[in-house]
């Protein structure tokens, strides 16, 4: 669907909206390791206290919004290597009318007379995330990536920092145009958080002092814009049943006598494999904290 609004308009939109609250798919046909090369990751390596990032917000083919609004619930499983546990990020199909089991335990949970199933309702709410095509300029070979983070209602988060770059561009030199756009400089620092452990937290966000081509090669510039890939490769949505076991206080696996995935607790170890790995580990895990709104942490990485 095409849109005459500029990139400013767009962004404050879903600015206004977020800001305004109280104060299975395609990707199943792609391997993990090319899942990688999608997700747009800002996590410092080890040793490292500070980085920039150099990155090019995609126009979308139609002139829409390349901001993406979706929620995703946080929740924490035990990596079956280590025992310890990790949190994933389960796409909430209840903003699309569908079943959705983590929602319903959340509802219910909230709605118990009994005390401490409110507070508990917490680790179950699904929470508002943002998801935007970008180029990295480290890894252009890669193509299109998706960046996904955390919507702050504490007004603090990467989209705060963002707004504003978008706010004092013009609106016909929009920052993701494909001639003259301008590129991000994202500043990661390594930060502690209360629990004393490291985490990466995005800094400070600016556009280049310059305006710039999407790339010098018109045809590479054309294939992104049209590059049909959509942020579900690098998120990808589970099936309900995954959801289900989660709810029922079990911990899913891939069964590769069943094809899908079944309770832990219900299996033979023989039985298990990470949907069609043979690592014996769930592939969705995503390892360690989580950078974005001293909430629940992780690193977010898809998998």
Do not use: C
């Amino acid at each position: 669907m095409t849109t005459n609004k500029s990139l400013r308009e767009q962004a404050d939109e879903m600015y206004a909206k977020l800001t305004s609250k109280a104060t299975a798919s395609n990707a199943s046909k792609v391997t993990n390791e090319e899942r990688l090369k999608k997700y747009f990751n800002l996590v410092l390596p080890k040793g490292v206290q500070n980085l920039e990032k150099r990155i090019r917000i995609l126009p979308t083919k139609d002139g829409s919004n390349p901001f993406v609004q979706q929620k995703f619930h946080e929740i924490q499983l035990p990596d079956e290597k280590t025992g310890i546990n990790r949190y994933v990020k389960i796409w909430d199909p209840a903003q699309e009318g569908q079943p959705s089991p983590l929602t319903d335990l959340q509802k219910m949970l909230y709605n118990s007379p009994k005390e401490g199933d409110k507070n508990l309702a917490k680790d179950y709410r699904s929470k508002d995330f943002i998801i935007v095509k970008v180029i990295d300029r480290e890894e252009e070979e890669d193509g299109p990536k998706f960046w996904r983070f955390k919507v702050s209602y504490k007004n603090d988060g990467i989209f705060d920092k963002l707004m504003p770059v978008i706010r004092n561009t013009d609106d016909d030199e929009p920052i993701n145009d494909r001639n003259v756009g301008r590129d991000l400089i994202v500043t990661l620092s390594l930060t502690t958080g209360n629990n004393g452990k490291p985490y990466t937290t995005v800094s400070s966000i600016i556009a280049a002092s310059k305006t710039s081509l999407l790339s010098t090669d018109p045809q590479k510039a054309e294939a992104w814009i049209n590059d049909e890939i959509t942020w579900d490769i690098a998120f990808p949505k589970k099936p309900i049943e995954y959801l289900q076991i989660i709810a029922e206080g079990d911990v899913p696996v891939w069964s590769i006598t069943e094809k899908k995935y079944v309770a832990k607790g219900s299996t033979d170890d023989a039985t298990i494999g990470g949907g069609g790995s043979e690592i014996k580990v769930n592939v969705e895990i995503e390892p360690t904290e989580d950078p974005q709104a001293d909430e629940e942490p992780d690193e977010d990485l898809p998998f």
